[in-house]
């Protein structure tokens, strides 16, 4: 176990945004609680757990984070792994190199802070393995700002090995996305599963670019990209999907929904390749306003249309780890 | 029956150059269960999304009025502020949307426990679930219903209550609209089955548009079930009932 002596005024402020998403200071306190926090370049807090290791060493350019879960280990308690920005101008270079052993279950709970940024950019290089039977659920939810001066540019290569599970759901919790461009590819073996979702909403001038790749190379793997964006003002948003059934009985599913007012514009643009007669890949996709059937439900409820639209757009977005038990 | 609570005189609509409504007349007094029966495609939902005020069901002639105040024109939430809503025949789905808050809309202070228990399930199982297609259709309808309890309307339009049931509870759902009216609201009970009819204090049976007779619910049922339509036999369609 390590600790660094903490930066008062980035923790601080780090923290601040910590609490917004219901992250109390008690989290990062807890002996049995794995967790980094990091700052721009620089880690204020770093602390392991058994079975949990979290390396953090400098780069040129960057921050380079290895978390090892070791064979066999189940976490009880989530991973917090918090990347930020406390300054409104700067640049984040992360490369992330994470493996989870065999056997293994964690749960991770990415915060990515950049409530205070007006002119700043993250990029995130992921290489995330998850080995035979092991499972890794990570819920990435991002606290951005309101002026919309960020361009978040993640990026990962997911190994799913046979019989393993991924989990993966990306969230805009506050503020303006600003400028989102995501590229994940995961490799499922056999038996795997993987199942990635998006949640954004766009305003003013925010540009969303997303890109999942899903490629069934096993026998018997299984995939689902699920996204869900929400568009207004003049927001634009592309959402490129592609499942590969690669192998028998694999069974792949993509569903995006968009929905779009003002003169905001929405793009799906899902492919299906399968190179096996016995694999199964379907998409849905639907772009449009609001269905009037739930915005008449609930205007019968005597919400009023922009009440109505609301609650359909929060529910839509609603992090599946947020939804009430 | 003396002032109704809703009074629909020679209300008309047409969609598409089909006539959907035509001179209907309707009266339906508080406290009172009005069955309106008849077959696929016959006009009930069209009547009673142009009562709630759902979009592109704005009447072409005739009028709506709610306790003596036209509606007709008034936006479809300012008709649920005044106290009418509805349950629709194929319930919504929401995505990320939990039972409990669904059941809270409009009426915080409502007990979603309880409305839950009162249309046959299980608060522990169902509060925390999603109102999405995790549910199963007659499981939406239920909550729809609860949810209608929770408002405690005026007037409650139920579009085929008992569609997507099953048998069994079809009695708990006859218990519920009996224990609305008997809570002092009104309910305009849309239906293809006679037996619903049955439970009402009057009836009305619509074909092609029109309603073709009024009165007791065992005449009328009785009269749907044997004749389907006194003028066509049932073989009357929107686009052959004439102008």
Known sequence: ?325 | MTDPLLQIRGLRLERAGRRLLDDISLAVGAGEIHALLGGNGCGKTSLAKSVMGCDGYAPDRGEIRFVGQRIDTLPLHERARLGITMAWQEPARFEGVPVREFLTLGHPEADPAERLRRVGLAPWRYLGRMLDKTLSGGERKRVELAAVIALAPRLALLDEPAAGIDLRSLDEIVRVVRELRDAGTAVLLISHREEMGRIADRASQMCGGRIIVSGSPQHVAAQYREHHCVYCDGELTHDTQPA
């Open chain 1, 1 to 325: 176990m390590t600790r660094s002596p903490p930066d008062g005024s980035a923790l601080a402020r780090l923290q601040s945004a910590l609490d917004r998403v219901g992250v109390t200071d008690a989290a990062l306190q807890d002996a049995d609680t794995a967790h980094l926090l990091v700052d721009a370049h620089r880690a204020l807090s770093v602390h392991d757990v058994p079975g949990v290791e979290v390396q953090v060493r400098r780069r040129l350019l960057g921050i380079a984070v290895d978390v090892r879960v070791q064979p066999g280990a189940q976490i009880a308690n989530p991973v917090h792994l918090c990347f930020g920005l406390s300054n409104p101008f700067g640049a984040q270079r992360v490369r992330l190199d994470v493996d989870i052993g065999e056997g293994a279950s964690v749960r991770f709970l990415a915060h990515c802070l950049f409530a205070r940024t007006r002119h700043a950019s993250h990029r995130m290089r992921a290489r995330i393995q998850v080995r035979r039977d092991a499972q890794l659920s990570i819920e990435e939810g991002h606290v951005h700002g309101a002026a919309g001066g960020i361009v978040v540019t993640p990026r990962a290569r997911i190994s799913v090995g046979p019989g393993a599970r991924l989990f993966s759901d990306f969230s805009l919790l506050q503020g303006r996305v600003g400028r989102l461009r995501s590229d994940y590819r995961v490799d499922v073996a056999e038996q795997g599963l993987a199942e990635l979702a998006v949640r954004v909403r766009g305003r003013a001038e925010d540009r969303i670019e997303l890109n999942d790749h899903i490629r069934l190379n096993g026998i018997g793997a299984r995939g689902l990209v699920k996204t869900r964006v929400a568009l207004t003002d003049r927001a634009q948003a592309v959402v490129r999907s592609t499942t590969e059934g690669n192998a028998a009985d694999a069974r792949g599913h993509m569903d995006c929904t968009e929905i779009v007012k003002d003169q905001a514009q929405g793009e799906s643009v899902p492919v299906v390749r399968v190179g096996d007669p016995k694999a199964q890949v379907t998409h849905e996709a639907a772009i449009g306003t609001v269905d009037q059937t739930q915005l008449e439900t609930l205007m019968a409820h005597g919400l009023t249309p922009d009440q109505a639209i609301e609650l359909v757009i929060s529910g839509m977005l609603r992090p599946a780890a947020t939804e009430p038990a």
